[in-house]
Protein backbone atom coordinates (compact mmCIF):
# COMPACT_ATOMS: atom_id res chain seq x y z
CA UNK A 1 0.00 0.00 0.00
CA UNK A 2 1.50 3.24 -0.86
CA UNK A 3 1.89 5.73 2.05
CA UNK A 4 0.67 9.66 2.57
CA UNK A 5 1.72 11.31 0.07
CA UNK A 6 2.34 15.44 0.12
CA UNK A 7 3.21 17.82 -2.22
CA UNK A 8 5.17 19.69 -2.61
CA UNK A 9 8.34 18.99 -0.33
CA UNK A 10 9.29 22.57 -0.34
CA UNK A 11 7.71 25.93 -1.17
CA UNK A 12 9.19 29.32 -1.11
CA UNK A 13 6.61 32.69 -1.15
CA UNK A 14 6.67 35.81 0.40
CA UNK A 15 4.50 37.68 2.59
CA UNK A 16 0.76 38.22 1.27
CA UNK A 17 0.59 35.58 -1.26
CA UNK A 18 -1.53 32.34 -0.75
CA UNK A 19 -0.32 29.02 -0.52
CA UNK A 20 -2.44 25.15 -1.01
CA UNK A 21 -0.72 22.27 0.26
CA UNK A 22 -2.31 18.89 -1.21
CA UNK A 23 -2.31 15.59 1.01
CA UNK A 24 -3.61 12.12 -0.40
CA UNK A 25 -4.32 9.71 2.33
CA UNK A 26 -3.66 5.93 1.90
CA UNK A 27 -6.12 4.24 -0.10
CA UNK A 28 -9.55 3.90 2.02
CA UNK A 29 -8.67 5.83 4.96
CA UNK A 30 -11.52 8.80 5.36
CA UNK A 31 -9.83 10.68 7.98
CA UNK A 32 -7.26 12.91 7.07
CA UNK A 33 -5.12 15.73 9.96
CA UNK A 34 -3.32 18.50 9.32
CA UNK A 35 -0.62 20.09 11.51
CA UNK A 36 1.98 22.81 11.69
CA UNK A 37 5.35 21.80 12.92
CA UNK A 38 8.01 24.64 14.22
CA UNK A 39 10.81 24.54 16.86
CA UNK A 40 9.53 27.07 18.58
CA UNK A 41 5.50 25.85 18.68
CA UNK A 42 6.01 22.26 18.43
CA UNK A 43 3.33 20.46 16.33
CA UNK A 44 0.17 21.92 16.70
CA UNK A 45 -2.89 20.74 15.17
CA UNK A 46 -4.92 22.25 12.89
CA UNK A 47 -7.70 20.14 11.53
CA UNK A 48 -9.08 16.77 10.70
CA UNK A 49 -10.99 15.92 8.00
CA UNK A 50 -13.69 12.93 7.68
CA UNK A 51 -15.62 11.72 4.71
CA UNK A 52 -15.65 15.47 3.31
CA UNK A 53 -16.50 17.40 6.75
CA UNK A 54 -14.38 19.19 8.84
CA UNK A 55 -14.88 17.27 12.56
CA UNK A 56 -12.66 19.04 14.62
CA UNK A 57 -10.07 22.42 14.61
CA UNK A 58 -6.77 23.87 16.15
CA UNK A 59 -6.75 27.34 17.55
CA UNK A 60 -5.54 28.68 13.99
CA UNK A 61 -6.63 31.93 12.49
CA UNK A 62 -9.31 31.93 9.50
CA UNK A 63 -6.42 32.17 7.33
CA UNK A 64 -6.03 28.45 7.48
CA UNK A 65 -8.65 26.59 5.52
CA UNK A 66 -8.89 23.11 4.32
CA UNK A 67 -11.06 20.77 2.52
CA UNK A 68 -11.29 17.53 1.50
CA UNK A 69 -12.27 15.94 -1.47
CA UNK A 70 -14.73 13.04 -2.46
CA UNK A 71 -11.55 10.67 -2.56
CA UNK A 72 -10.47 11.67 0.64
CA UNK A 73 -7.65 13.54 -0.98
CA UNK A 74 -6.96 17.22 1.44
CA UNK A 75 -5.83 20.14 0.34
CA UNK A 76 -4.88 23.18 3.00
CA UNK A 77 -4.84 26.79 2.09
CA UNK A 78 -3.03 29.09 3.97
CA UNK A 79 -4.27 32.60 3.07
CA UNK A 80 -2.22 36.23 3.37
CA UNK A 81 0.83 34.57 4.41
CA UNK A 82 2.79 35.88 7.29
CA UNK A 83 6.29 35.25 8.09
CA UNK A 84 5.51 33.41 11.54
CA UNK A 85 4.01 30.56 9.05
CA UNK A 86 7.07 29.29 7.68
CA UNK A 87 6.93 25.48 9.08
CA UNK A 88 6.58 22.29 8.30
CA UNK A 89 2.91 21.03 7.28
CA UNK A 90 2.31 17.70 7.67
CA UNK A 91 -0.92 15.47 7.00
CA UNK A 92 -1.56 12.68 8.49
CA UNK A 93 -4.28 10.03 7.79
CA UNK A 94 -6.38 7.16 9.61
CA UNK A 95 -9.13 4.52 8.80
CA UNK A 96 -11.45 6.90 11.43
CA UNK A 97 -11.02 9.65 13.52
CA UNK A 98 -7.80 10.06 15.05
CA UNK A 99 -9.04 10.18 18.74
CA UNK A 100 -10.82 7.17 19.01
CA UNK A 101 -7.98 4.97 18.89
CA UNK A 102 -7.02 4.68 15.50
CA UNK A 103 -3.71 4.96 14.62
CA UNK A 104 -2.50 7.92 12.35
CA UNK A 105 -0.16 7.57 8.98
CA UNK A 106 2.40 10.45 8.44
CA UNK A 107 3.45 12.13 5.39
CA UNK A 108 6.86 13.38 5.08
CA UNK A 109 5.49 16.73 4.96
CA UNK A 110 5.87 20.32 3.53
CA UNK A 111 8.57 23.20 4.26
CA UNK A 112 7.20 26.33 3.46
CA UNK A 113 9.32 29.28 3.82
CA UNK A 114 7.43 32.66 3.88
CA UNK A 115 10.10 35.67 2.66
CA UNK B 1 -8.36 21.72 30.53
CA UNK B 2 -7.29 18.63 28.50
CA UNK B 3 -4.09 18.24 28.35
CA UNK B 4 -0.90 16.20 27.43
CA UNK B 5 2.08 17.06 29.56
CA UNK B 6 5.95 15.84 28.73
CA UNK B 7 7.88 16.74 31.53
CA UNK B 8 11.19 16.87 29.68
CA UNK B 9 11.76 19.13 26.34
CA UNK B 10 15.15 16.84 26.09
CA UNK B 11 16.47 13.85 27.42
CA UNK B 12 20.38 13.13 27.39
CA UNK B 13 21.57 9.23 27.90
CA UNK B 14 24.14 7.59 27.50
CA UNK B 15 24.23 4.63 24.61
CA UNK B 16 23.13 1.55 26.30
CA UNK B 17 21.71 3.08 29.49
CA UNK B 18 17.80 2.64 30.11
CA UNK B 19 15.73 5.29 29.45
CA UNK B 20 11.74 6.38 30.68
CA UNK B 21 10.21 9.73 28.99
CA UNK B 22 7.52 10.71 31.03
CA UNK B 23 4.30 11.75 29.34
CA UNK B 24 1.20 12.71 31.47
CA UNK B 25 -2.46 13.38 30.71
CA UNK B 26 -5.46 15.27 32.31
CA UNK B 27 -7.70 13.09 33.40
CA UNK B 28 -10.38 14.91 30.74
CA UNK B 29 -9.11 13.34 28.13
CA UNK B 30 -10.44 9.88 27.07
CA UNK B 31 -7.33 6.67 27.82
CA UNK B 32 -6.39 5.71 24.12
CA UNK B 33 -2.92 6.79 24.40
CA UNK B 34 -0.04 6.68 21.98
CA UNK B 35 3.20 7.51 21.74
CA UNK B 36 5.10 8.71 18.03
CA UNK B 37 8.29 9.02 16.92
CA UNK B 38 9.44 11.56 14.36
CA UNK B 39 13.20 10.61 13.58
CA UNK B 40 15.48 13.64 12.08
CA UNK B 41 13.82 14.52 8.83
CA UNK B 42 10.75 12.21 8.82
CA UNK B 43 7.26 12.79 9.37
CA UNK B 44 5.83 10.62 12.44
CA UNK B 45 5.22 6.97 13.22
CA UNK B 46 3.34 4.82 15.35
CA UNK B 47 5.56 3.28 17.85
CA UNK B 48 2.82 1.73 20.43
CA UNK B 49 -0.75 2.86 21.37
CA UNK B 50 -2.74 1.53 24.96
CA UNK B 51 -6.29 1.09 23.92
CA UNK B 52 -7.37 -1.17 27.02
CA UNK B 53 -6.48 -4.40 28.61
CA UNK B 54 -3.15 -4.99 29.51
CA UNK B 55 -1.42 -1.88 31.03
CA UNK B 56 2.27 -2.40 29.71
CA UNK B 57 1.77 -2.12 26.18
CA UNK B 58 4.98 -3.36 24.05
CA UNK B 59 5.92 -0.93 20.38
CA UNK B 60 8.57 -1.21 17.90
CA UNK B 61 12.30 -1.06 18.47
CA UNK B 62 12.20 -2.56 22.01
CA UNK B 63 9.79 0.54 23.41
CA UNK B 64 6.91 -0.41 25.95
CA UNK B 65 5.13 2.12 27.86
CA UNK B 66 3.25 1.59 30.98
CA UNK B 67 -0.80 2.67 31.22
CA UNK B 68 -1.22 3.92 35.00
CA UNK B 69 -4.11 5.41 35.64
CA UNK B 70 -4.23 6.98 39.05
CA UNK B 71 -1.41 8.52 38.12
CA UNK B 72 -2.41 9.37 34.76
CA UNK B 73 0.45 8.86 33.57
CA UNK B 74 2.08 6.94 30.53
CA UNK B 75 5.77 6.66 30.95
CA UNK B 76 8.18 5.56 27.54
CA UNK B 77 10.64 2.99 28.70
CA UNK B 78 13.35 1.36 26.65
CA UNK B 79 16.14 -0.89 28.69
CA UNK B 80 18.90 -0.08 26.49
CA UNK B 81 18.97 2.68 23.90
CA UNK B 82 21.10 3.06 20.95
CA UNK B 83 22.09 5.61 18.60
CA UNK B 84 19.32 4.96 15.96
CA UNK B 85 16.94 6.10 18.52
CA UNK B 86 18.19 9.98 18.38
CA UNK B 87 14.96 11.21 17.42
CA UNK B 88 11.91 13.27 19.21
CA UNK B 89 9.12 11.30 20.89
CA UNK B 90 5.24 12.74 21.12
CA UNK B 91 3.04 11.25 23.83
CA UNK B 92 -0.92 11.72 22.50
CA UNK B 93 -4.27 11.41 24.03
CA UNK B 94 -8.08 10.70 22.27
CA UNK B 95 -10.52 13.01 24.17
CA UNK B 96 -14.15 12.73 24.07
CA UNK B 97 -14.68 15.02 21.20
CA UNK B 98 -12.68 12.36 18.93
CA UNK B 99 -9.87 14.64 19.02
CA UNK B 100 -6.24 13.68 19.39
CA UNK B 101 -4.67 16.01 21.80
CA UNK B 102 -0.84 16.04 21.74
CA UNK B 103 2.04 16.74 23.79
CA UNK B 104 5.20 19.08 22.80
CA UNK B 105 7.14 16.47 22.26
CA UNK B 106 10.84 15.23 23.84
CA UNK B 107 13.86 15.10 22.30
CA UNK B 108 16.14 12.04 23.12
CA UNK B 109 19.62 12.33 22.68
CA UNK B 110 22.22 9.70 22.56
CA UNK B 111 25.68 10.29 24.15
CA UNK B 112 27.90 7.98 22.14
Known amino acids: KAGVTQTPRYLIKTRGQQVTLSCSPISGHRSVSWYQQTPGQGLQFLFE???????NKGNFPGRFSGRQFSNSRSEMNVSTLELGDSALYLC??????????????FGPGTRLTVL | AQSVTQLDSQVPVFEEAPVELRCNYSSSVSVYLFWYVQYPNQGLQLLLKYLSGSTLVKGINGFEAEFNKSQTSFHLRKPSVHISDTAEYFCAAGNSNYQLIWGAGTKLIIKP
Open chain 1, 92 to 105: ASSNGLAGVSHEQF
Open chain 1, 49 to 55: YFSETQR
